[in-house]
């Protein structure tokens, strides 16, 4: 008998529902939430009202694109955590709920692990050990991957994280949140004539503190002598931007790469959608002789075909939770 898997994801203001079937993902919905581009950014309250809006019309949508009956399932897997707590208590309380009106096993699941874990998802797969750079707007890590449930954390942002330093210097010119794709779309248009310092960090850790302040301070200097300098200069000031956020990815990745010895190479997260991140590894990954894994983009931010994957890791591997359960903000 096929093994057949419901996942949701609600860790922040994306609801996703997924369905995978002895490893094959046979649906992934998301519904995003647009509501947060009047605030410049994800208000908790506002995402967690609208995961109860979404949560049943998405599960619902994924069962039928899957052409399954509910009563297929053999297992709910869910984002216990890390997020925000009002939308975690939507996922984990739709998934106990519905587990348990099935008499099925629950399978909690680390966001962070299912990031890494979203290359299992379609071919080429990565081979262990592999090292998984993983950015998005709240984490930023290079982590080590023995197996599906053996990694090791080997560097982290100290402060902000990458996908949150796009972000705000996005709010600093004026760009709509998110403003990860838009600074993207603008600095494909312009070149890095700005040279923004790059913080000075021991180890494999990062930080994005400091560069967020050095762009303030530059624009504000600017502006001063042209008080249309952002406007004028808008896609280089992305390119600049952009490229030095890359460009400390990338070397501290290579770090790690030479480091350890390992060329297997992969990144995640809703960074790892960024054009010159991918393109920035894949010229990295020819010259190191990595052997480099790049997730399709729906793979990339927040989804449940991520979730799904690791949940079906966790079944393999009798791991499964009970209806105690509670989700976890800092999983």
Same mark, same amino acid.
């Given at each position: 008998?096929?093994?057949?898997?419901?996942?949701?994801?609600?860790?922040?203001?994306?609801?996703?529902?997924?369905?995978?079937?002895?490893?094959? #993902?046979?649906?992934?919905?998301?519904?995003?939430?647009?509501?947060?581009?009047?605030?410049?950014?994800?208000?908790?309250?506002?995402?967690?009202?609208? &995961?109860?809006?979404?949560?049943?019309?998405?599960?619902?949508?994924?069962?039928?694109?899957?052409?399954?009956? $509910?009563?297929?399932?053999?297992?709910?897997? *869910?984002?216990?955590?890390?997020?925000?707590?009002?939308?975690?208590?939507?996922?984990?309380?739709?998934?106990?709920?519905?587990?348990?009106?099935?008499?099925?096993?629950?399978?909690?699941?680390? &966001?962070?692990?299912? &990031?890494?874990?979203? &290359?299992?998802?379609?071919?080429?797969?990565?081979?262990?050990?592999?090292?998984?750079?993983?950015?998005?707007?709240?984490?930023?890590?290079?982590? $080590?991957?023995?197996?599906?449930?053996?990694?090791? !954390?080997?560097?982290?942002?100290?402060?902000?994280?990458?996908?949150?330093?796009?972000?705000?210097?996005?709010?600093?010119?004026?760009?709509?949140?998110?403003?990860?794709?838009?600074?993207?779309?603008?600095?494909?248009?312009?070149?890095? !004539?700005?040279?923004?310092?790059?913080?000075?960090?021991?180890?494999?850790?990062?930080?994005?503190?400091?560069?967020?302040?050095? #762009?303030?301070? *530059?624009?504000?200097?600017? #502006?001063?002598?042209?008080?249309? *300098?952002?406007?004028?200069?808008?896609?280089?000031?992305?390119?600049?931007?952009?490229?030095?956020?890359?460009? #400390?990815?990338?070397?501290?990745?290579?770090?790690?790469?030479?480091?350890?010895?390992?060329?297997?190479?992969?990144?995640?997260?809703?960074?790892?959608?960024?054009?010159?991140?991918?393109?920035?590894?894949?010229?990295?990954?020819?010259?190191?002789?990595?052997?480099?894994?790049?997730?399709?983009?729906?793979?990339?931010?927040?989804?449940?075909?991520?979730?799904?994957?690791?949940?079906?890791?966790?079944?393999?591997?009798?791991?499964?939770?009970?209806?105690?359960?509670?989700?976890?903000?800092? *999983?």
């Amino acid at each position: 008998m096929p093994t057949t898997i419901l996942a949701i994801e609600s860790s922040c203001d994306d609801t996703s529902a997924s369905v995978l079937m002895d490893g094959k #993902i046979l649906s992934n919905c998301v519904a995003s939430q647009d509501a947060h581009r009047l605030y410049g950014g994800v208000v908790p309250e506002v995402a967690s009202r609208a &995961h109860q809006i979404n949560i049943i019309p998405v599960v619902d949508l994924a069962i039928r694109q899957a052409g399954i009956k $509910k009563t297929d399932l053999d297992a709910v897997a *869910f984002t216990r955590g890390p997020g925000l707590m009002g939308s975690l208590i939507v996922g984990v309380a739709f998934a106990k709920s519905l587990a348990l009106s099935l008499d099925i096993p629950l399978i909690e699941v680390n &966001h962070m692990d299912a &990031h890494v874990l979203a &290359h299992f998802a379609e071919d080429p797969k990565p081979r262990f050990p592999f090292l998984c750079l993983t950015v998005s707007g709240g984490h930023t890590q290079i982590v $080590k991957v023995d197996a599906p449930d053996q990694m090791e !954390v080997l560097g982290q942002t100290l402060d902000d994280a990458a996908g949150e330093a796009f972000d705000k210097t996005g709010k600093l010119l004026g760009l709509e949140y998110p403003a990860g794709p838009i600074i993207d779309k603008l600095a494909q248009q312009g070149k890095p !004539v700005y040279d923004f310092p790059e913080p000075r960090i021991p180890d494999l850790d990062f930080s994005f503190s400091g560069l967020k302040t050095s #762009i303030l301070y *530059f624009l504000k200097e600017q #502006i001063k002598e042209d008080p249309d *300098f952002i406007q004028h200069h808008l896609n280089d000031i992305c390119a600049s931007v952009q490229d030095r956020i890359v460009s #400390i990815l990338l070397k501290r990745l290579r770090k790690a790469a030479r480091r350890t010895g390992i060329k297997e190479i992969a990144i995640a997260g809703g960074v790892s959608a960024n054009s010159a991140l991918r393109s920035g590894l894949a010229e990295m990954g020819q010259k190191e002789g990595w052997q480099t894994c790049i997730p399709k983009f729906e793979y990339c931010t927040d989804n449940a075909a991520m979730i799904a994957v690791a949940g079906y890791f966790k079944y393999q591997a009798g791991q499964f939770t009970d209806q105690s359960v509670q989700p976890a903000a800092r *999983f």
